[in-house]
């Protein structure tokens, strides 16, 4: 994938659940019916699931091209500005209903409880763009130091 960027442009930009190489047990999971079950019971009609280690990503690729993250989704979403996206389609909002679906989405998108710190963005960059990404601040979109601590209530209830 690198090589294929770094040759022909572009980036990647992975989300996804994982961590940074500091779990220290198996991630593998079975889900049938949105329950986790025994990954062994009905083989192939089981859905499958492990946690991506972004932190033997980076070992792997580094030097070899410019590495941002992982960020937990929280913070990657609420610095390029879904909480403004938010307050601007809750003013357009005309029903009660339209206004707790737009809140729930959004409590879905960054709480911890469900999927704001559970999935990770990791982004990567050819080398031949450090320039830009310097004379543009340095760092990307979304990849700014952690955000100060809030309650999932203040970003969405403000």
């Known amino acids: 994938?690198?090589?294929?960027?770094?040759?022909?442009?572009?980036?990647?930009?992975?989300?996804?659940?994982?961590?940074?190489?500091?779990?220290?047990?198996?991630?593998?999971?079975?889900?049938?019916?949105?329950?986790?079950?025994?990954p062994l019971d009905c083989p192939g009609r089981v859905d499958l699931t492990a946690d991506v280690d972004f932190g033997e990503i980076k070992r792997v690729i580094e030097g070899k091209c410019l590495i941002f993250g992982p960020v937990e989704q929280r913070q990657f979403?609420?610095?390029l500005g879904l909480i403004h996206r938010l307050d601007y389609l809750l003013r357009k909002s005309t029903t009660t209903e339209q206004r707790e679906a737009l809140l729930n989405s959004c409590n879905i998108l960054v709480s911890d409880a469900e999927m704001g710190a559970r999935f990770k963005?990791?982004?990567?960059?050819?080398?031949?763009?450090?320039?830009?990404?310097?004379?543009?601040?340095?760092?990307?979109?979304?990849?700014?130091?952690?955000?100060?601590?809030?309650?999932?209530?203040?970003?969405?209830?403000?």
Request: proline share 5%; hydrophobic share 35%.
């Open 1 to 38: 994938m690198i090589k294929r960027f770094t040759t022909n442009g572009g980036f990647a930009l992975i989300i996804d659940y994982g961590h940074n190489g500091d779990r220290k047990t198996h991630s593998l999971r079975a889900y049938s019916n949105h329950s986790i079950v025994d």
């Open 121 to 158: 963005v990791f982004s990567l960059f050819p080398n031949t763009l450090s320039e830009i990404i310097k004379a543009r601040g340095g760092i990307p979109a979304g990849f700014a130091s952690p955000l100060p601590h809030l309650e999932d209530e203040d970003l969405i209830n403000d």
């Open 77 to 79: 979403l609420t610095q």
